[in-house]
């Protein structure tokens, strides 16, 4: 008997080849981990490989109201903003989602080694003043952060959240998921 059949049976549940391979193939889709690594004076920062692949190529940054910058799959981002244009296109919610995930949002590219560029002003919105940096694996996105924020963030998510922006993002979220 091979192992993922062993496995299934003696975990109570039966899952053959294939179903085994699909649930392999999920988990290393998704983004996970945590990095301490540095962003260079031009801004590039270069990610792990397995969060790379994770990842995709391209990707969108995004500053989240949170605090920090995202970085979405090209997939994960479009699900956003389909939800959002489903929306009546001249409401107030409507207007104030496109224009939030405009804004603070761009498409971007990693080149061979993993390196992207954050912009100067993505950088200043989201805190990274010095050269340190986290990358957290959020599963199915990941997180840049300062160090120092990401701990005051940890203590009160409230103290580096940006006015109302947080309550927009929010509500784009929750279209996204059909609530």
Not at 2 to 8: E, I, P, S, T, W
Not at 22 to 51: N, Y
Not at 136 to 160: F, H, M
Request: with cysteine; proline share 5%; aromatic share 8%.
């Amino acid at each position: 008997m091979d192992a993922a059949l062993a496995f299934g049976i003696s975990g109570g549940l039966y899952m053959d080849k294939a179903q085994w391979s699909h649930e392999i193939e999920e988990l290393e889709a998704q983004i996970t981990g945590t990095e301490v690594t540095s962003i260079d004076d031009k801004g590039r920062v270069r990610l792990p490989k397995k969060m790379q692949d994770a990842l995709g190529n391209p990707f969108v940054l995004f500053v989240h109201p949170s605090g920090c910058i995202t970085a979405y799959p090209v997939h994960r981002w479009n699900s956003l903003v389909r939800a959002v244009r489903a929306l009546p296109e001249w409401s107030e919610q409507h207007q104030k989602a496109m224009g939030y995930l405009g804004e603070n949002s761009m498409p971007i590219s990693a080149d061979a080694q993993g390196r992207f560029v954050v912009s100067r002003p993505f950088r200043d919105l989201a805190g990274l003043k010095s050269n340190d940096i986290m990358v957290i694996g959020c599963i199915d996105y990941l997180e840049i952060w300062s160090p120092a924020d990401r701990q005051t963030y940890l203590a009160n998510p409230e103290s580096v959240a940006r006015g109302n922006s947080k309550k927009i993002f929010q509500e784009v979220v929750e279209l996204a998921r059909g609530r």
